[in-house]
Every structure is written in C-alpha cells, then in structure tokens.
C-alpha cells in the first residue's frame, strides 16, 4: 500500500487554496482517508485519478493539484488525530486546499 504523499509545490503562496504560478490559477485539494484512498492495489490511486481528470477537463485555466493524504490501515479515530497536522504541514508549505475529500471507515469494521 502506498503512503500519504503530502507533497507541495514550493515557493508559492496560497489564497484560499488558490495559487497564481505562470499565468495559471492552481487548486489545491486534499484527498484524507485510509487505504482506498493511498491506493496500491494494482491500480492507480483515486486522488491521482481525480487530478487528471480535472485537469484534463478544466477549460477556465485552473490547474488542480490533489494531494494524496491517505495511510494504509489508519482507522476513522488515528484520522481524526492526524487531519490537523496534515492541514498544518501544507499550510507550512504554503498551500490552503480549497476542498478536503474524506473517505474511511473500512479499518473499524473488524
């Protein structure tokens, strides 16, 4: 399974989760969840797949960025627990997500 990327542009400011950077307005997302949102399941993670469809979409100059935030076997009490400093380490870089994207619950099940 793969790990939170967490990864961020850098140098760049951000205004409510927008980012002007070459001409073109950024969107930052956060996608926050367990496993199914990490991926490494033989296909490609949901966050990555979003991000290129918006992208591939976008027809007003935005550009998204959706960064993958999602940890194999964490269950819905460790995400709560970890959401601040998610927010707070892209807020170190610089960037404020427009929208956050939860999905969990599958590790409290068993």
Known sequence: CATADSTVAQGQAADVGQVKA??????HILAFGDSLTAGGFGSR????????????????????????AGICGDSTEGMTERLPEEIADLGRAGIRPSFALTLGGTNDLG
Not at 22 to 27: C, D, E, Y
Not at 58 to 66: A, I, L, P
């Open 22 to 27: 070459a001409g073109k307005t950024f969107v």
């Open 45 to 68: 993670p949901y966050p990555l797949q979003l991000e290129e469809l918006l992208n591939r979409r976008s027809e007003d100059g935005r550009r998204y960025k959706v960064h993958n």
